[in-house]
């Protein structure tokens, strides 16, 4: 009697390179821009339950990254290697970001509320030269740019947020932390040869932000705003999709789970902290989706994506200033949109594929240094005697 074996499968074989996680990129980007419009042009807020598409897009983001950044790390040859690569994908755009920022949006500002540029470069507080300067490790210390913008929508009086250009970049602080995270775990051959180590650490801190969530009085005091807000969201759903990759061969690709996900996702929504629940489901629903959406060429050759998110919050700020929302919300999504897509396009032109082209370089040693490692010298055990020569390899 014969018996046919039925082969299961799994993320890992159907994961190829043949995927669409550029363009769930790309939609979470467009999500990005478009839910900010209806908040910085002053239209009111767009929410399902007590969260936010962005909100969500934004975890997307994370549980997709920490699925591919698992992954290049596995694949570098170093982790200097992979660190050179990480630092030439969010860093070059990032810095291009805040010179645009400093010195085209806030002078157009300043001149529109003032009406001339005199004084803008020797402004304080927050100058364009301290804003550039103090923001261009990642780590955001200040919005503002002497002042402006002024008189736009966003932050509405009801909320404790400081006028800004670019709130949006927050995030990128925690992207950052989360690629030397991987870093660390592959020097120590976690990833590697240890990944239920990182099962571990994803189920403690989940269960530490439910215990923040549910019992704030059993929680230290270190507790706060910063772990629910990054621990708690960002690094959880970076590991969220970590952990995918890692047990991509044990988890199935199944359209069964990726509607219970959904529903999960759902229900989560509606939570006073949707965390508590939607990080495994939503980073498996991102997955899933990626690999079974028939639209790997979108975004396949040319990512926008980044350009997308880092853009849109002072374009539609600037679009502000300029009060175009006063003609409607058709006018201001239509004129900051495009100026947007342009702003990503020219990003991704100029900046961030020339950079990536960058991703194999590698420093010329001195000459001294090339003379000497072409030299094949014996081993210690092996001392010169006089009837050694010393050869070129």
């Not at 949006?105 to 540029?117: H, I, K, M, N």
């Not at 803008?120 to 550039?132: C, D, E, K, N, R």
């Not at 001294?368 to 390899?393: A, F, K, N």
Request: charged content about 15%.
């Amino acid at each position: 009697m014969s018996h046919r074996t039925e082969t299961k499968v799994t993320i890992a074989t159907g994961f190829s390179k043949d995927n669409s996680l550029n363009f769930m990129r790309l939609v979470f980007a467009a999500t990005v821009v478009i839910v900010h419009t209806w908040a910085l042009g002053g239209f009111g807020q767009i929410h399902i339950g007590d969260y936010d598409p962005a909100s969500i897009a934004v975890d997307g983001f994370f549980a997709i990254s920490g699925f591919l950044i698992t992954r290049s790390r596995l694949g570098a040859r170093s982790t200097s290697r992979f660190l050179w690569h990480r630092a030439l994908r969010i860093l070059p755009g990032f810095w291009a970001s805040l010179i645009a920022v400093a010195f085209l949006c806030a002078p157009l500002a300043w001149r529109y509320e003032r009406g001339s540029f005199d004084g803008y470069l020797t402004a304080s507080p927050h100058g364009p030269i301290q804003y550039v300067i103090a923001n261009s490790l990642l780590k955001v210390r200040f919005y503002d740019i002497a002042g402006t913008p002024s008189g736009v929508p966003f932050p509405p009086s009801n909320l404790t947020v400081s006028i800004g250009w670019n709130h949006s970049m927050w995030t990128l602080y925690w992207e950052a932390l989360c690629y030397l995270g991987i870093a660390v775990l592959a020097l120590f051959g976690i990833i590697q040869r240890r990944r239920a180590f990182v099962a571990m650490i994803t189920a403690c801190l989940w269960a530490v932000l439910v215990l923040h969530r549910l019992a704030p009085g059993f929680a230290p005091g270190l507790l706060g705003n910063t772990f629910a807000d990054g621990f708690g969201r960002f690094v959880l759903m970076f590991l969220a999709g970590s952990v995918l990759y890692l047990y991509a061969d044990r988890i199935p690709l199944s359209g069964i789970l990726a509607a219970c996900c959904t529903a999960i996702l759902i229900v989560s929504m509606f939570l006073s902290d949707p965390h508590i629940l939607l990080n495994l489901p939503l980073a498996y629903l991102c997955i899933w989706l990626g690999i079974r959406l028939p639209l790997h060429r979108i975004g396949a050759e040319h990512d926008f994506s980044y350009g997308l998110y880092i853009y849109s919050f002072p374009i539609q700020q600037l679009v502000a200033v300029y009060k175009v929302q006063q003609h409607g919300i058709a006018a201001y999504f239509t004129l900051c949109l495009s100026v947007t897509a342009a702003a990503a396009v020219l990003s991704w032109f100029g900046i961030e594929r020339p950079a990536l082209r960058l991703k194999n370089w590698t420093p010329r040693p001195s000459g001294t240094i090339r003379v000497l490692s072409r030299l094949r010298l014996p081993r210690p055990e092996e001392p010169l005697s006089p009837g050694t020569r010393v050869e070129e390899s």
